[in-house]
Every structure is written in C-alpha cells, then in structure tokens.
C-alpha cells in the first residue's frame, strides 16, 4: 500500500498533523476510531468523503512511521 497518494502534510491545515487526501480528518482521528472498536463500515458511515483504501492508507503510516522510529532508536 502506498500511503503517499492518500495522506497529506499541510502547514496550514491542523496544525501541520498528517491528514486524509488534504480533508480535515487526520491519520490519528482514523487509528483513534480503530482503535476503540468502530468498524471500517461504521467510520465511512460518519465520515462519507473517506474510503476503505484512506483507511488502510492511515494503518500503512503508521507502520512506516513506527518502522522508521524503531530504526532510530533512542540514545540512553
């Protein structure tokens, strides 16, 4: 999955928090939604203007970015 066709990084657009396709629903709203039960089905229903593929875009940052975090560790 290639995360970059569907989330965006704008400035000016909540507070420069990666986004969906340039909307106003960020990629942590979408794990949030996830993460505390809702269903794809259940998410499109509330926010129409999203697909299954924002979805699965939203899950593929965040592995990348937790990937790309892990290999950097932290210096103790």
Known sequence: MNY?????IEAN??????C???LRITVYEVLEYLASDMT??????????????DLK????????????FMTNPLSA
């Open 4 to 8: 970059r066709n569907h989330i965006t």
């Open 13 to 18: 657009k909540r507070g420069g928090k990666p």
């Open 20 to 22: 969906v396709r340039g």
């Open 40 to 53: 794809e089905a259940e998410i499109i229903d509330d926010f129409p203007d999203l697909t299954r593929e």
């Open 57 to 68: 875009a939203c899950i593929a940052y965040a592995a990348d970015r937790e990937r790309r």
